[in-house]
């Protein structure tokens, strides 16, 4: 049983290439299986299915600046006053942070918008939900615009239905290594990770929630990194704010705060050059497949 990544370029959809991935077999497989098999019987598309990051040319600047500009003007024409300002350079970090805040209050925890009125009574409730999500994501794309460090394609499923709690023993399989083609369970809640809130000075958070459910997301990563400096800053983190975690229900050794996500697959590969040279030409996820 392989997991197939299949991905082509919108300019010539009918080339698809595959991404063939070997699961690590863990107790998790199952579980995250379960999830994958719910969002395809029910039908969920791949939602964002650019989310290329770090790998072609799509994404320069000035475009990351006009997207995220344009869904804040879609969101404020609909709630007006929402967001109070625009985005005039990727690295201010200040402006990201509040952006951020707004997507948080606004959405809610997990499927917290689905019974929040404000999304019922906008014009238009569809585009309002995909336009904060876009912000929302096309934040942690400027957040992480270092190559070295963050090349990966993100696979989500927004419409499913985000139940599944991580066990005990799940965390158990938690790793900051990353190796490169690697597949690792994508971060499901909505808030901020103890690993966002220790790499930047954010003073508009909302909460701090950290891997709590999965869902069928992932990222294949194309880096490798050993974590160890990851680790370090977040267990710095949770020192020294302890107190407020604590506030939070988390104790310094809540097993929920443990580092990293789970690895679910390994890409099979030959030539790391040659599989970046693939993905090069690509900006579009047509589809995940099991076989």
């Known amino acids: 049983m392989k997991l197939i990544i299949q991905i082509n370029n919108t300019d010539r959809p009918e080339v698809i290439y595959e991404l063939p991935c070997d699961f690590e077999e863990t107790h998790f497989k199952n579980k995250w299986l379960a999830r994958f098999y719910a969002a395809k019987e029910r039908g969920d598309p791949i939602s964002e299915p650019w989310a290329f990051y770090n790998l072609n040319e799509d994404w320069s600047d000035e475009h990351t600046l006009e997207f995220i500009n344009e869904k804040i003007d879609i969101c404020n024409s609909m709630v007006p006053g929402l967001f109070n300002t625009h985005l005039t350079d990727i690295n201010d970090q200040d402006t990201l942070n509040y952006l951020h805040s707004v997507f948080e209050k606004t959405h809610g925890k997990l499927d917290e918008w689905k019974t929040n009125p404000l999304f019922n009574t906008v014009l238009h409730p569809i585009a309002f939900r995909e336009s904060l999500s876009h912000i929302n994501q096309t934040i942690h794309r400027c957040e992480g615009i270092d190559v070295n460090t963050n090349r990966k394609i993100r696979v989500v499923y927004f419409d499913l239905p985000k139940t599944e709690l991580y066990a005990d023993k799940d965390y158990n399989l938690f ?26 000075d954010d003073t508009y958070h909302f909460d701090v929630v950290p891997y709590l ?29 302890r107190e407020i975690l604590m506030s939070k229900g988390y104790a310094p050794d809540d097993v929920r705060l443990t580092s990293g996500s789970i690895k679910i697959a390994q890409l099979e590969y030959e030539s790391k050059e040659d599989v970046l040279a693939v993905v090069a030409r690509c900006n579009n996820i047509y589809d995940v497949i099991i076989k």
């Open 213 to 241: 459910h999965y869902s069928a997301d992932f990222s294949i990563k194309f880096n490798d990194s050993d974590g160890v400096a990851r680790q370090l800053k977040e267990q710095e983190y949770i020192e020294d704010n």
């Open 175 to 200: 790793t900051t290594t990353l190796e490169f083609g690697g597949v690792y369970v994508h971060y499901t809640d909505v808030g901020k990770t103890i690993e966002e809130l220790a790499m930047v």
